[in-house]
């Protein structure tokens, strides 16, 4: 019989944790399927938020983080928060130092990335316009919590776990963002 050299190699679909467990563990392989499963979102989450050079110098960063946190992973721990958190605190550092240093914004600093719901992507480009500016001026509160609810599909739970929030301040959070993005909307109808 042959011998396995990981555990990602003996289940064709692991879960997330049980991937972060592996890769807690040293396997790269399991690291492997993991930045495949999540790249794509951490960088949308990343990219609708800063212009294109920052998003991608943050996701280097992210998964240089994410390696140095493997070992202080609880085993059984939901990882979809758990990775938003880092990127989350790694966005929350962008502005902060922003805001030290003021800079002109870029136009696509609240970019499309790549993880638009089929309903966002049919929207013509100057709803879209639209709904970036109505996001822009949010608070940073509010954005960040409508981002992972609308875009990156977290529930409030988890929102709140990544964030290191209780549940309820979170929702409160974006019922106030969500109430806000409607009048804005409403106000850029012609």
């Given at each position: 019989m042959d011998k396995v050299t990981s555990w990602a190699d003996l289940h064709e679909s692991p879960s997330d944790?049980?991937?972060?467990?592996?890769?807690?563990?040293?396997?790269?392989?399991a690291f492997e399927r993991l930045y495949e499963r999540w790249n794509d979102r951490l960088f949308g989450y990343l990219a609708r938020a800063l212009d294109p050079t920052t998003a991608e110098e943050l996701?280097?960063?992210?998964?240089?983080?994410?390696?140095?946190?493997?070992r202080s992973y609880s085993s059984g721990r939901a990882v979809a928060p758990w990775l938003f958190a880092i990127a989350a605190n790694l966005r929350r550092e962008e502005w902060r130092r922003r805001s030290r240093r003021p800079e002109q914004p870029h136009p696509d600093a609240v970019s499309s990335g790549t993880a638009l719901s089929a309903e966002e992507t049919a929207l013509s480009a100057e709803r879209r316009r639209a709904v970036r500016q109505a996001l822009g001026a949010l608070p940073d509160a509010q954005r960040e919590v409508i981002e992972l609810h609308r875009f990156e599909h977290l529930s409030f739970p988890e929102i709140a776990e990544a964030l290191g929030e209780g549940v309820e301040a979170v929702k409160s959070r974006a019922f106030r963002g969500y109430k806000a993005l409607r009048v804005m909307l409403a106000e850029m109808q012609p």
């Open positions: 944790e049980a991937l972060m467990d592996a890769y807690a563990r040293g396997d790269t392989a996701f280097q960063t992210l998964w240089m983080r994410i390696h140095g946190a493997r």
